[in-house]
C-alpha cells in the first residue's frame, strides 16, 4: 500500500477551547502514540486528513516533527455526525516488517444463481498483515453461487503474508431462496393490513336555523 505524505505540527495547547481553534483554522487535532513512545498531540491539515481517510488502512508518513518523519496508521477516527467533517483522529506508530491487526473491507464480485439472493453477514474481516502490506480489500467471487452455499471467514483467500485474526468459523455472507412474486405480494399486503386506518373526522354539527326576526311593532 503506498504512504500518503502529510506535514504535521506539534500542539502547545490542548483543550477543547484550542480544539475548535484548530478546526476553524482548517486543521484536525490528532494523537501520536505507540511502541511505548509518550503520546504526542498533533495538528494534521485537514483537507489532506479527509482526503487519506477515503482508503481504508491508509499509512501515513507524517513528515516535519522532530527527529524526523514517523509512519502512523489511523486507529480511531471522530466525525462530526452532521458535517461528516474530521473532528479527531488517533494514530498508531507503525515500522517496515512490523505485524499488525487491522480491519479489512470484504468486497464482492459476480452475480448469484438467479433463484438466489445474497445476505452479506460481514463487510469487513480482521486480519494480521505487515503494516506495510495490508491489503485494500479481500475480494469474494460469488458469481452463480446455488441456494444455501456460504463462505465462512477461514474459506476466504487471503494474500500471501497475511493471516486470518478472525474465528474461522464467522459467516461472511450466505446464498438464501430469493422470495417469489406471489410471496412479496402476500408481504405488501400484511403491511396495508397492518397500516392503522385513517380516523374518520366528525362532520361539524350543523348550525340551528335562525328563529325570524319578527314583524315590526310586534
Sequence with gaps: MPEVHMSAQLRTELGKGAA???RRAGLVPAVLY???TEPRHLSLPGHDVLLALRT???LIRLDGLKGGSE???PKAVQRNPIKGTVEHVDLILVRRGEKVTVDVPVTVSGEVAPDGLLD???VQVSVEAEATHIPPAIEVDVDGMAVGTSVTAGDLTLPRGVTLAEEPDVLVLHVIPAPTAAQI???LGEVAVEEPAAEAVPAAPEAAPEAAAPPPGE
Design 20 to 22: 475548535r481553534r484548530e
Design 34 to 36: 505507540g511502541h511505548g
Design 56 to 58: 481504508a488502512n491508509v
Design 71 to 73: 509512519l502512523a496508521l
Design 120 to 122: 452479506q453477514q460481514l
Design 185 to 187: 405480494e402476500a408481504e
